[in-house]
């Protein structure tokens, strides 16, 4: 059975204080939580603030992003070995707003997850296609690709410890969410694939999220599609109340 995992993408909102009251609320609303894992991804300066508040309690820690290097002259970057002392258990890898801003690619985002994984860290790695690319009907063409090439290599054991984060990009911060058909048809083809690929265990093991305007009142009826394994959060997660609405979908 797989558990199934809420996180929130803070992206770059949230100074410590925020963060610290923020935190200090959830973590207190969801202390009874047992249907699911919890985490929440602030920005670099605020984690180890948010380890503070977090620590011990049954809401993870993640990052937005990661270097591939252990250390090195990679001035702006941050090392895994970084954020598992800042107290992460995962990390974001290949956000659309990465690969749309800040040129990241398949390979690049493949860097990460390794190491991530590596580093002991659970890398959370986001696919999905555009609007055009929807439109142009190449959406599930695109996926295959950025999971061919951005999940290339895994051994046994890591295919299954990954978190996929499906994200169309059309429905990030626009208000617009794939219906929970939509979405579901998507999780198959990849969970199909990732059988394909990697066996059918990896594939009923590997944790599918889907990302994209995830609020109160749709993420249940997401949560009962069959191969929706919990969601990647963005502007729903910066308020404790609606986050909490969101983790006790149930
Ligand atoms: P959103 O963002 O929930 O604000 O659409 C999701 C994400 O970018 O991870």
Sequence with gaps: MRRPLIAGNWK??????ETVTTLTQLKKNVA?????????????????????????????????????????AYTGEVSVAMLA?????HVIAGHSER????????????KRMFAALKGGLIPIVCIGETLQEREKGVTFSVLETQVKKGMAG??????????????????IGTGKTATPQQAEEVHAFIRKL????????????VRVLYGGSVKPE??????????????????????????????KYK
């Design 99 to 110: 690969r749309q801003y800040f040129g990241e690619t398949d390979e690049s985002v493949n």
């Design 85 to 89: 002392d800042a107290g992460c258990k």
């Design 154 to 171: 895994l051994d046994a054991r890591q295919s299954g410890q990954i978190v996929i984060a499906y994200e169309p990009v059309w429905a």
């Design 218 to 247: 749709n993420v249940s009826e997401l949560m009962q599609q069959k191969n929706i394994d919990g969601g990647l959060v963005g502007g729903a997660s910066l308020e404790a109340e609606t986050f909490t609405k969101i983790i």
């Design 32 to 72: 009874d939580v047992h249907h699911c894992e919890i985490a929440v991804c602030p920005p670099f300066t605020a984690l180890a603030a948010a380890w503070g508040v977090l620590k011990g309690t049954n809401v993870h820690l993640g990052a937005q992003n990661c270097h591939w290097e252990e250390k090195g």
């Design 194 to 205: 990732y059988a394909d690929i990697y066996g059918s265990l990896a594939s009923e093991n």
């Design 12 to 17: 770059m909102f949230k100074t410590i204080p």
